[in-house]
C-alpha cells in the first residue's frame, strides 16, 4: 500500500507547509495577462494547424444550473430559461466554428469533456445538437475519452442514455457529501438513492469508468457523517474520486457568505477528514493515489499509468492519452493551443459581446517560451509522475540538466535529506514520503513565484 498524502510527520509538515500553486498550468494563471488577445490567440491556433497529424482535445464550458450551491466556486449562471440555454449554444456554434476554421488541418479529436455548470443542464435534443456541431468539425477517435460531469438531481435516464448513444464513456458525478443535514447546510438536496440510482443506469448502459467529487471542510461534517459519506462511498465503489478541500473566498464568491461559518470543522478537524479519506480509501477501499487529491481503484488505467509513469494531467484533469492541444469553448473556457495559454472572458455579458462582434472572446493569455516549456515539462513529469528523466528535458533544452538547474540541484539535496526525493545520475525520483510535497519540489523550478506574493495568494502546501 502506498502511504497516502496525508500522512506525513510533523516535523517535516512544518517545514515545508507554505502557500503555493497547484500547478494545473505552468505558467499558473496569476501570470497570464491581457496582453495575449485577438492576434496572438489567431496566431497560436495556426501555429498548432501545423501538427496536422496529431488529434486535438476539446473542452466545452455549459455554466448553467438550476440553483446556486453554497459552496460552489465554478462559474455558473442560474437559470431556468431555456431561451437563455439557446441563445448560448448558438454562440458557442459560432466560436467553434471560427475555430475550426482557423485549424483546418487538425481533423482529429482524442478527448472531448463537458463541465459546467450542470452539462445536463441540457435537455437531450440540446445535447445532441451541440455533440453533432462538435463532429461536423472533428473526427472521433475510436478510444478517444469524452467525460462529462452531471449532477444527479437533475439528469434523467433520457440524457444518460443520449450521452451514451452519443459515445460518452466517461461521467463524473458531484456528490460532496451524502450526510442529509450537510447537503442542507450548503444548500444542495442530492439524496444517497438519487446518487446510487444515477450511478446504476451509468453502470447498465456501460459508462466505463464513474468518477465522485467529494469535499471536506464543510459546514456540519463531523468525524461521523464523514464516515456515513465514506461507507457508502467504498459501497457503490466508484473507478475515480476527487476530494477537494472546501475554499472558502466569499470575496470572490458572495453566496459563500451565507455558509454558515459557526458550523464549519476546525482547521485540526479538517485535516483528519482528509486523513480518514486517505486511509480508508488506499486501506479497507483498495484504491490507489493518484498524483494529487485524487483516488483509482487499482485495475483503473490511471492507477497502472501511475506505475508505468506515463500519467498526465491537464485542465481537464489526469488523463493517459494527451493530446498536443486542448481548446476550450464557452465562457471562461481555458485553451492550451500552440504553446500558449487563453482563456476566455469568465462573464457572461462579455463573452456573448466578443461573439457577436465577430471575435474571439479571449481574455488573457500567455505564450510560453523555451524557458517556459522546459521548465512546464519538468513539473508535469513530476506532479503525475513523480519521477522525471533528464533525457526528456535535455532534449527540449538542448543543454545539460544540471547545468541548467544548478541551484535546484542544491536545493533538492536538503530535501534527499529529508527522504523527499531521490537524485539520481540521470533522473529525479520522487519518495513514498515526498509525494505530500510534489508542489514543493515543483516551486524550485518555478521561475514567476516572487517570494513575497507566495502567502495569501496560493493555497497550502501540505
Ligand atoms: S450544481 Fe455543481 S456547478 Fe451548479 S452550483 Fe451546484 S456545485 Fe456549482
Sequence with gaps: MTLPQSEA???????????GPRYTSYPTAPVWTDAFGQAEWVAALRQADERADQPIAVYVHLPFCQRRCLFCACNVVITKREDVVEEYLARLFLEIDRTAAEMPKRRRLSGLHWGGGTPTHLTSDQITRLFRKIEQHWT???????????????????QLETLRGLGFNRISFGVQDMDGEVQELIGRDQTVDQTEGTLAVCRELGFSSVNFDLVYGLPGQTAATWDFTLDNVLRLRPDRLAIYSYAHVPWLHS???????????????KLELLRTAARRLCGEGGYAEIGFDHFAVKEDELARAVDEKRLYRNFMGYTVRPASDYVGFGVTAISEVGSAFAQTHGKLNRWNEAVDDGEFAVA????????DRVRKL??????????????????????????LFAGQWQALAEMEADGLVERGPRHLGITEMGRLFLRNVCMLFDAYLPEEEVEGRFSRTV
Design 378 to 403: 519538468i513539473i508535469e513529469r513530476v506532479m503525475c509522475n513523480q519521477w522525471l528523466g533528464f533525457d526528456e528535458v535535455e532534449a527540449l533544452a538542448g543543454r545539460p540538466f544540471q547545468e
Design 364 to 371: 488573457r493569455g500567455h505564450q510560453l517560451s523555451l524557458d
Design 140 to 158: 472521433i477517435l475510436p478510444d478517444a475519452e469524452l467525460s462529462i460531469e452531471v449532477h444527479p438531481p437533475v439528469t434523467s435516464r433520457e
Design 255 to 269: 453566496h459563500q457568505k451565507r455558509m454558515p461559518m459557526e458550523r464549519m470543522p476546525e482547521p485540526e478537524l
Design 9 to 19: 510527520p510533523a516535523e517535516l509538515v512544518a517545514k515545508y507547509d507554505r502557500s
